[in-house]
């Protein structure tokens, strides 16, 4: 599993709080990926990170920030939580194959 | 951007059959086409992947097709178990420097001892 893991792994949290994510790999990986999970959404990529302190927007990264400040932490930000952000949160690191591994996800809860 | 679309989105098998899942894609530029594995509550796992310059690789049961001019890929698993059971998901991508990763919706594999 490429050594990456994810805090917390479960959340429950209000409408409007902010919520932070933490992604954390061990292999040393350049870049990083955000996606959530939602049924029959598949998943689909929030932010991701081409190396410390570069970032950038995926398909859904409206209401979420991301920040990169060592090659093995990538933080996701949620800096109002809303109902439409319940989700599974999957962080991934790539290899220099281009092979993607993926974390054991968050299931976040907006109440 | 790149647009992948994947079918069927539920299978049915009984043990001991074959299965396909087969997924188009968009972007002629795409060269790199992972397949993942995701069990109930889990993470998806990466179980194989071809590049643009091979047209089949085989990895014990599994092995996957990949057609670049009609933009097609495909997963074929033989002698299904029931542990097989899980979602597959196909993606995407064109694998160079900081390119991203486009995945299909998902196709549910229910396979029935």
């Known amino acids: 599993d490429a050594g990456i893991t994810q805090s917390p792994r479960h959340k429950v949290t209000e409408t409007g709080t902010p919520v932070t994510l933490r992604c954390h790999q061990t292999e040393n990986h350049r870049y990083m990926y955000w996606y959530r999970q939602d049924p029959g959404h598949g998943l689909r990529l929030i932010h991701y990170?081409?190396?410390?302190?570069?970032?950038d927007k995926g398909e859904v990264s409206d209401g979420y920030s991301v920040s990169r400040s060592k090659t093995e932490d990538f933080l996701l930000t949620l800096e109002s939580a809303t109902s439409s952000q319940t989700s599974v949160y999957f962080c991934?690191?790539?290899?220099?194959?281009?092979?993607?591994?993926f974390g054991p996800g968050t299931r976040l809860t907006v109440t | 951007g790149e647009n992948v679309e994947q079918h069927p989105s539920t299978l049915s098998v009984q043990e001991g059959d074959s299965a396909v899942i087969k997924c188009t894609y968009s972007d002629s530029a795409s060269n790199y086409f992972p397949w993942y594995k995701q069990e109930l509550g889990k993470r998806p796992q990466l179980i194989i992947d071809?590049?643009?310059?091979?047209g089949e690789k085989k990895d014990q049961r599994i092995a996957v097709t990949l057609n670049k001019t009609a933009k097609h890929f495909s997963l074929h698993i033989t002698e299904t178990q029931p542990e097989d059971s899980a979602v597959y998901f196909c993606a995407a991508s064109m694998n160079s420097g900081y390119s991203t990763l486009t995945f299909g919706k998902g196709t549910m594999l229910l396979v029935s001892p």
């Open positions: 990170s081409y190396g410390v302190k570069d970032t």
């Open positions: 071809i590049r643009s310059n091979v």
């Open positions: 991934a690191s790539q290899s220099s194959l281009g092979e993607q591994y």
